[in-house]
């Protein structure tokens, strides 16, 4: 399967932004989705991931009540509803695809799709 990130851009605190993870190949449904970010200089980190149907879902504690992830197995995609944002949510995010379950770990994931551009200003 091949991955997409779209939706980033440029917004001030307290906005909002929604990004797409679009999905092409087939059996998207049996995929285990997640969302990363990179600021610049520091490491990779998760952001959250999504089950194959929806039914498990981990955030990391820093978008707790701020972001929603969620996915449309019927038209191969993700997505990430990011509200109240903050400066500290600039990075480059990506999404990552496997069949194996949620978790907030970056490794191992066997798809990863180039990432998108989000910067929050003050």
């Known amino acids: 399967v091949q991955l997409q990130a779209s939706g980033g851009g440029l917004v001030q605190a307290r906005d909002s932004l929604r990004l797409s993870c679009a999905a092409s190949?087939?059996?998207?449904?049996?995929?285990?989705v997640g969302w990363f970010r990179q600021a610049s200089g520091k490491e990779r980190e998760f952001v959250a991931a999504i089950s194959q149907r929806g039914d498990n879902i981990l955030y990391a504690d820093s978008v707790k009540g701020r972001f929603t992830i969620s996915r449309d197995n019927a038209k191969n995609a993700a997505f990430l509803q990011m509200n109240n944002m903050k400066p500290e949510d600039t990075a480059v995010y990506s999404c990552?695809?496997?069949?194996?379950?949620?978790?907030?770990?970056?490794?191992?994931?066997?798809?990863w799709g180039q990432g998108t551009q989000v910067t929050v200003s003050s």
């Open positions: 990552a695809a496997d069949r194996f379950g949620v978790r907030r770990s970056s490794l191992g994931w066997d798809y």
């Open positions: 190949g087939r059996f998207f449904s049996t995929y285990t």
